[in-house]
Structure formats: C-alpha cells, structure tokens
C-alpha cells in the first residue's frame, strides 16, 4: 500500500487540527474511519489510496484508525465502519458508509472536486501579489464559468476597491444587493467604499486638522475629520473624533457621525475589542 504518498496521511489526535481541518481549505480531504477488525474497511482501504495516488493531490485521504482516534470517531458520530467524510474548508459536506465498489467512490470522489470555477478562485488566492490584470482575468472568468459563485464577485469588488476603480466595486456591490443581502465581506467593502468617498469630500486629514484649529467646537469640522481619518485607515481617532460629534449635537451632524461609526465597525470586524469598546461608549452617548 502507498503508505508514504504525500497525498495520505494517518490521521492522529495530535495532527487532525493541521491535517484535516487546514488543509481541507487548500483541497478537498477524505477521511475514512476504519479498524483493523474490519473485513469491509480492508477491502475499501486499497481503493482510496489508489485513487488518492492517481488524483495526485487533488484531494487528500486521512486514514483514521478508529481505536487511535475514538474521540474524532464520536465527534464525527460515527455509528459503524467503513465511515467515509469528505471536508472542504473545515466542514463536512458529504458522507458514505459501507464497503462499496471502486466505480461508486471514484465518482463520489470526483463530486468532491472544485470545478474549473473554484479552481480559478483558488488560483487567485494562492498568488498574492500577481499582477492586477491577471488576478482580475481570473477572477471575470471564474464569474463567467459559475455566474452563481459570489464569493468571486466579492473577490473583484475587493481587487476594484484595491485598485482606486470606486465606481467598478460600487457596481459590484450593487449586483451583490440584488439578491437581498450582503456577506460581512461585501459589507466591509461597502463600508469602505463609502469612508473613502466621505473622506474624498471632506479632504485630506491634515487640511481637517487645520480648520480644526481655528473652530475647536464646530461640530462639522470634526465630523469632517473623524471622515478623513477613517478614510485615511485612523480608525480609533476616527471613532474618538465621531463620538464625540455623537456627544455634542445627537440631533444633527451627530446622526451622520453615528453612521460612520457603523462604517468604521464594518471595517474593523476584525478587532472585536476595539469595537465594543466603541459600541458601548456609543450606546452610552446616545441613550
């Protein structure tokens, strides 16, 4: 048997974390839970290795003994074996059990595949910093091939946001809308697109600043430099800046501040200390 194919791996309580559940974000994993008792597990085991060796790398098998791993066995809800999982991105997403023939597992196997689609997405994010015209090739074709795959469309709204194209993202967003609701993801580049435009109308942090100087209290001119510095990435002065818009006039340009606040939020999913600090503090000023 191919024991020392790097396409499979014997699955351990030590190494399930880094080789089923992270690598099943780079390729499909099958996981087949068997025991050496089992006259079925040995008759299906050949199989999965051999089709593991021939697919070289497309997916990988984990075999996992269940007497090693009884607690992955129970995590899995095991019930008898042969017990075959397929993982992609840390999830299960399908299932069999039972010896079966070589036929049935190869195109069980295939199902588990990315399509071209996928594979194009997958190309994209392994190949940080290619060239823009060609992450965006990909990323065109891969919406052409699977017009349904909307995490490509959220891909490009990003690369249009990277690249200055305010308008080509915004569109982006708005075929996104369409459907009723946004991904955290597509929400976070809304959010940014509108920082950015806000703080294109406000101008530069520095000119803000500036105005701020010589009228300390306007409410208008902070709100203009909480809007400057949330464009220019200042987050936290810029929800300290808009806060306090909030704090002094709540009725008026305080309704603006509190909905660049949001915006800030969207863009700071990230840093979950940061922002209930800041949503706290917000709730306090407004209620």
Same mark, same amino acid.
């Given at each position: 048997?191919?024991?020392?194919?790097?396409?499979?791996?014997?699955?351990?309580?030590?190494?399930?974390?880094?080789?089923?559940?992270?690598?099943?974000?780079?390729?499909?994993?099958?996981?087949?839970?068997?025991?050496?008792?089992?006259?079925?597990?040995?008759?299906?085991?050949?199989?999965?290795?051999?089709?593991?060796?021939?697919?070289?790398?497309?997916?990988?098998?984990?075999?996992?003994?269940?007497?090693?791993?009884?607690?992955?066995?129970?995590?899995?809800?095991?019930?008898?074996?042969?017990?075959?999982?397929?993982?992609?991105?840390?999830?299960?997403?399908?299932?069999?059990?039972?010896?079966?023939?070589?036929?049935?597992?190869?195109?069980?196997?295939?199902? #588990?595949?990315?399509?071209?689609? +996928? !594979?194009? %997405? @997958?190309? /994209? $994010?392994?190949?940080?910093?290619?060239?823009?015209?060609?992450?965006?090739?990909?990323?065109?074709?891969?919406?052409?091939?699977?017009?349904?795959?909307?995490?490509?469309?959220?891909?490009?709204?990003?690369?249009?946001?990277?690249?200055?194209?305010?308008?080509?993202?915004?569109?982006?967003?708005?075929?996104?809308?369409?459907?009723?609701?946004?991904?955290?993801?597509?929400?976070?580049?809304?959010?940014?697109?509108?920082?950015?435009?806000?703080?294109?109308?406000?101008?530069?942090?520095?000119?803000?600043?500036?105005?701020?100087?010589?009228?300390?209290?306007?409410?208008?001119?902070?709100?203009?430099?909480?809007?400057?510095?949330?464009?220019?990435? #200042?987050?936290?002065?810029?929800? +300290? !800046?808009? %806060? @306090?818009? /909030? $704090?002094?006039?709540?009725?008026?340009?305080?309704?603006?501040?509190?909905?660049?606040?949001?915006?800030?939020?969207?863009?700071?999913?990230?840093?979950?200390?940061?922002?209930?600090?800041?949503?706290?503090?917000?709730?306090?000023?407004?209620?």
């Amino acid at each position: 048997m191919p024991q020392q194919s790097p396409w499979i791996v014997e699955v351990t309580p030590e190494n399930f974390e880094t080789e089923v559940l992270e690598r099943s974000r780079e390729a499909p994993v099958v996981v087949d839970f068997w025991g050496a008792w089992c006259q079925p597990c040995q008759m299906l085991m050949p199989i999965l290795e051999k089709l593991a060796v021939e697919m070289a790398g497309k997916f990988y098998l984990a075999k996992a003994d269940t007497e090693v791993v009884p607690q992955l066995a129970a995590q899995f809800n095991v019930q008898g074996v042969p017990a075959v999982f397929a993982l992609r991105d840390g999830a299960v997403v399908d299932f069999f059990d039972g010896m079966r023939p070589e036929e049935f597992v190869r195109g069980w196997i295939e199902r #588990q595949l990315p399509n071209q689609a +996928e !594979t194009l %997405l @997958a190309e /994209v $994010r392994n190949t940080l910093g290619a060239e823009p015209s060609a992450v965006e090739a990909k990323l065109q074709q891969a919406i052409e091939l699977d017009p349904k795959l909307d995490v490509a469309k959220i891909m490009l709204a990003e690369h249009y946001y990277d690249q200055q194209r305010n308008d080509e993202a915004t569109a982006m967003i708005a075929t996104l809308e369409e459907r009723g609701f946004l991904e955290p993801e597509a929400e976070k580049v809304k959010a940014a697109l509108e920082l950015r435009k806000l703080g294109d109308a406000a101008g530069g942090v520095e000119a803000c600043r500036a105005e701020m100087a010589v009228s300390p209290d306007d409410a208008e001119k902070m709100l203009k430099l909480a809007e400057s510095l949330a464009a220019a990435g #200042q987050f936290e002065e810029s929800l +300290e !800046t808009a %806060l @306090a818009v /909030v $704090r002094k006039d709540r009725a008026g340009h305080g309704e603006t501040a509190r909905q660049l606040m949001v915006d800030v939020f969207r863009q700071l999913a990230d840093d979950e200390e940061l922002v209930n600090n800041y949503r706290r503090k917000l709730a306090t000023a407004l209620y």
